[in-house]
C-alpha cells in the first residue's frame, strides 16, 4: 500500500509558477513509477507527466513540454511537479498517481493503483 498526499496548489497569475509536491508513505517508493494526472471541471482526467522509479525516465504531455519538470527526492519519499508559464488552461485539479514497477508511457488513469486526493491550481487570466 502506498499512500500519497499532494500540496502545492493554489491561485497564481499567467505565466507564473507554482511547485507541486507529492510526499509517499512506504519504504519502496523507489520502485514506483511516478505520475501527474489532472482534471478539469467537466473534463476527463489527463496525462500530464511521468517519472520513472530510479528518476532516469521522463515523459510529458505535450500541451506541457518546456513549461513543466517532474522530478523526484527518493531520500524523502517526494515527487514534485514544477510549473512554470502557466496559462488559464492549466486551471484543475493536479492528482499524483503511483504504479510499482510501471512504465513512464502509461497515460491512462487506470493504469495507475495508488492515487492522492488532489490539489488545486488556478491560473487566471
Known amino acids: 500500500q502506498v499512500q500519497l498526499v499532494e500540496t502545492g496548489g493554489g491561485l497564481v497569475q499567467a505565466g507564473g509558477s507554482l511547485r507541486l509536491s507529492c510526499a509517499a508513505s512506504?519504504?519502496?517508493?523507489?520502485?514506483?513509477?511516478m505520475v501527474w494526472f489532472r482534471q478539469a471541471p467537466g473534463k476527463e482526467r489527463e496525462f500530464v507527466a511521468a517519472?520513472?522509479?530510479?528518476?532516469?525516465?521522463?515523459n510529458y504531455a505535450d500541451s506541457v513540454k518546456g513549461r513543466f519538470t517532474i522530478s523526484r527526492d527518493n531520500a524523502k519519499n517526494t515527487v514534485y511537479l514544477q510549473m512554470n508559464g502557466l496559462k488559464p488552461e492549466d486551471t484543475a485539479v493536479y492528482y499524483c498517481?503511483?504504479?510499482?514497477?510501471?512504465?513512464?508511457?502509461?497515460?491512462?488513469?487506470?493504469?495507475?493503483?495508488?492515487w492522492g486526493q488532489g490539489t488545486q491550481v488556478t491560473v487566471s487570466s
Open positions: 498517481a503511483a504504479d510499482r514497477y510501471g512504465s513512464v508511457y502509461y497515460v491512462l488513469s487506470v493504469q495507475y493503483d495508488y
Open positions: 512506504g519504504r519502496t517508493f523507489s520502485s514506483y513509477t
Open positions: 517519472i520513472s522509479g530510479s528518476g532516469g525516465s521522463t
